[in-house]
C-alpha cells in the first residue's frame, strides 16, 4: 500500500466525510473512493459503511486506522532520520492553527525560525482550533496552535504561549438581542447562544452556564471556528462565547461588545503542541527552540 493512500484513509477515518476529505488532501472524490476501494480490496472487508446520510468505520476500518498510523510514522521517522545526515536543515513542517493565531502568535515564531533554518519550508493550514489536537493526533501536521486540553494526551508535548482571557459577547446594533442584554438582569433563560461546536472553549462555556442555574441554553447555532462565531454575534444572530484575542482582531469588533457576567469565564492556555515521540528530532527541536526562544 502507498503511503498516500494511507494518508487519506487516515484523514478520512477522522473527517468522516468524502467531500472534506478529498478537498483537504486535494484530490478528486472519484480519486479518494478508488483508493479506499484498493485498500478494502487488499484487505477483503470493508473499511466503512457508507449511505447517502453518513460513513462510519467498520470494525475493520477501527484496527486498519491503528495500522495505518503507526505505518505513516515510520515512515515519516525514516524520512526525518534521513534527512538529519545532511549539515544544514532541509525539509518541511506542517502548522495547523486558527485564522486569528496565524497572524497573533504565529509570525514571530516562523520569523525566528526563518531566519535560522531558511532551507525549510513551512506549509499552514487554518481552520477550526477544537480539531488541532487532532490534526497532530492522527499525524495530519507536526505543530498545532491550540488550547491546553482538558485532558492532554500523554503521546503529546505541549508547549504554552500565552493566557487567553474568554469573554460573553453580544451585538451593538439596534436588534432583539441587543435589548435583552441591556436589561439590569439579563434573562439568560430566554437569551440566544451560538456556540462552538465543541474542544474546550465550548467546555467552559457548558460549565458557566451551569453555575449560572437557569435550566438548558437556547442554542441558537453551533460554528466552527470562533471567527465566524463572532461575525454571526455582530449580525444581531445572538450572543456567543470568544476569546478575547478573537475578538480584538475581528474585523467587526466595532460591532460587538463584551458584557458583564455575574460569573467569571475560566481563561484557558494558548500553546503549540506535538508529538512527543518527535521531540529529539532535528526539524521538531529546532522549531521547539524558536517557539521557547
Not at 497532530?136 to 482538558?150: G, K, M, R, S
Request: charged share 20%; proline share 5%; aromatic share 6%.
Amino acid at each position: 500500500m502507498e503511503i498516500k493512500s494511507l494518508q487519506l484513509f487516515i484523514h478520512l477515518a477522522h473527517s468522516l466525510h468524502f467531500s472534506k476529505t478529498a478537498q483537504a488532501m486535494h484530490v478528486s472524490p472519484s480519486t479518494l473512493s478508488r483508493s479506499i476501494q484498493r485498500i478494502e480490496d487488499e484487505l477483503g472487508a470493508p473499511l466503512f459503511i457508507r449511505d447517502n446520510r453518513s460513513v462510519v468505520l467498520t470494525e475493520a476500518g477501527v484496527v486498519f486506522k491503528h495500522f495505518a498510523m503507526e505505518q505513516i510514522e515510520q515512515w515519516l521517522l525514516l524520512k526525518r532520520s534521513i534527512n538529519q545526515s545532511k549539515s544544514e536543515l532541509e525539509g518541511q513542517i506542517n502548522l495547523y492553527c486558527s485564522v486569528t493565531a496565524a497572524y497573533s502568535h504565529l509570525p514571530p515564531i516562523l520569523e525566528r525560525f526563518r531566519r535560522l533554518h531558511p532551507k525549510v519550508e513551512i506549509k499552514l493550514s487554518t481552520g477550526d482550533s477544537a480539531i488541532a489536537v487532532d490534526q497532530v493526533l492522527d499525524n495530519q501536521v507536526d505543530f498545532a496552535i491550540t488550547a491546553h486540553p482538558d485532558n492532554l494526551s500523554p503521546r503529546l508535548h505541549f508547549i504554552k504561549l500565552a493566557e487567553i482571557p474568554l469573554s460573553i459577547i453580544a451585538p451593538t446594533i439596534p436588534c432583539s438581542v441587543t435589548q435583552q442584554v441591556s436589561q439590569a438582569k439579563i434573562d439568560w433563560r430566554n437569551v440566544a447562544f451560538i456556540l462552538p461546536e465543541h474542544g474546550a472553549i465550548r467546555r467552559r462555556f457548558d460549565n458557566w452556564y451551569r453555575l449560572l442555574k437557569v435550566g438548558k441554553p437556547q442554542i441558537y447555532a453551533k460554528v466552527a471556528g470562533h471567527e465566524a462565531l463572532v461575525s454571526m454575534v455582530a449580525l444581531g444572530c445572538g450572543v456567543g462565547i470568544a476569546p478575547d484575542v478573537v475578538v480584538e482582531n475581528s474585523p467587526v469588533r466595532e460591532r460587538v461588545q463584551n458584557l458583564l457576567t455575574p460569573i467569571r469565564l475560566q481563561s484557558f492556555d494558548l500553546g503549540i503542541c506535538c508529538p512527543k515521540t518527535r521531540v529529539n528530532e532535528a526539524l521538531i527541536s529546532a522549531f521547539i527552540g524558536c517557539v521557547e526562544e
